[in-house]
């Protein structure tokens, strides 16, 4: 089956973006492009499912320079929204900062 999905981000997703301090912005637009290619096709191949809380029924799959994307798909229309991207190490380096 040669499924092609949509791939958007919401208004959150980006802003999340913007805010990763670790990279700069050049690093940050290949995050961005490099998303519609690895969820183009494939989306939940190598995505784990969120079972609990909140983001229940989304999925999460590692991107590019270890971030995290959090993403929703929607089979019949063949639609993926990025809801949310975190880096991997986000609260190790905050956490780092405090003390």
Do not use: C
């Not at 973006?17 to 191949?45: G, H, M, N, Q, W």
């Not at 270890?66 to 905050?94: M, P, T």
């Amino acid at each position: 089956m040669n499924k092609t999905y949509n791939v958007y981000w919401s208004q959150t997703a980006l802003d999340e973006l913007s805010r990763i301090l670790a990279y700069p912005p050049d690093v940050k637009e290949r995050i961005y492009l490099d998303s519609f290619t690895r969820l183009l096709f494939t989306p939940t191949l190598t995505a784990k499912p969120i079972m609990t809380g909140k983001l229940r029924g989304h999925w999460a799959r590692l991107g590019l320079y270890q971030v995290i994307l959090v993403f929703e798909v929607n089979e019949d229309e063949a639609i993926v929204w990025i809801n949310g991207i975190k880096h991997k190490r986000e609260s190790v380096y905050w956490k780092r900062k405090r003390t």
